[in-house]
T-cell receptor, first 115, second 115 residues
Framework: EPEVTQTPSHQVTQMGQEVILRCVPI?????FYWYRQILGQKVEFLVS????????KSEIFDDQFSVERPDGSNFTLKIRSTKLEDSAMYFC?????????????FGPGTRLTVL | AQSVAQPEDQVNVAEGNPLTVKCTYS??????LFWYVQYPNRGLQFLLK??????LVKGSYGFEAEFNKSQTSFHLKKPSALVSDSALYFC?????????????FGIGTKLQVIP
């Protein structure tokens, strides 16, 4: 069964450093997402991406964040200058179409630790 | 705005007994409702969803959920719990009227099945 994959599984970085989290969505999917889960809290929406542009973003997704689909398979989340409060589990998700009934399928997550 | 409430932080149930994990939602229009499960150190796995039609939805691993529009609830149920069902369960909603793709999650309920 096709699945969303993410690398790395765990990233440790120093405050102020740039990080790039990588995702490979399910191959025929067209809509891509990033969510995050701070330890002990709920999963929060960050951004959705379709047709090479951001379609929706939350207030969390400020100028420090950016997303890119650099090629036909990868979808990346970049944090330019990490802060301590960026420490969280970051989940990538994808679904096929615009129908809101479409199920979003999630990857296993990348645990980001900012020191 | 769309939101989800999961009133119980933790649910304990004996193996073999029926289980219920509660969820209520709030949307401005009609909802699409989802349940996801998260096992330790794993990503979010899709269990089931309600789109339209029959209020009782059947999903993976013997789980089902009942949509109740008047009570704005979507409780997750299973007739006979297994120890392997122990995990974190997230209810989620998507408002179909706003044209938004993002899914809003509840805070999660930890299910502990006692042997």
């Amino acid at each position: 069964e096709p699945e969303v994959t993410q690398t790395p599984s765990h990233q440790v970085t120093q405050m102020g450093q740039e990080v790039i989290l990588r995702c490979v969505p399910i191959s025929n999917h067209l809509y891509f997402y990033w969510y995050r889960q701070i330890l002990g809290q709920k999963v929060e929406f960050l951004v959705s991406f379709y047709n090479n542009e951001i379609s929706e973003k939350s207030e969390i997704f400020d100028d420090q964040f950016s997303v890119e689909r650099p090629d036909g398979s990868n979808f990346t989340l970049k944090i330019r200058s990490t802060k301590l409060e960026d420490s969280a589990m970051y989940f990538c998700a994808s679904n096929w179409g615009q129908d809101s009934a479409d199920t979003q399928y999630f990857g296993p997550g990348t645990r980001l630790t900012v020191l | 705005a769309q939101s989800v409430a999961q009133p119980e932080d933790q649910v304990n149930v004996a193996e073999g007994n029926p289980l219920t994990v509660k969820c209520t939602y709030s949307v401005s229009g009609n909802p699409y409702l989802f349940w996801y499960v998260q096992y330790p150190n794993r990503g979010l796995q899709f269990l089931l969803k309600y789109i339209t039609g029959d209020n009782l939805v059947k999903g993976s691993y013997g789980f089902e959920a009942e949509f109740n529009k008047s009570q704005t609830s979507f409780h997750l149920k299973k007739p006979s719990a297994l120890v392997s069902d122990s995990a974190l369960y997230f209810c989620a909603v998507r408002d179909i009227s706003g044209g938004y793709q993002k899914v809003t999650f509840g805070i999660g309920t930890k299910l502990q099945v006692i042997p």
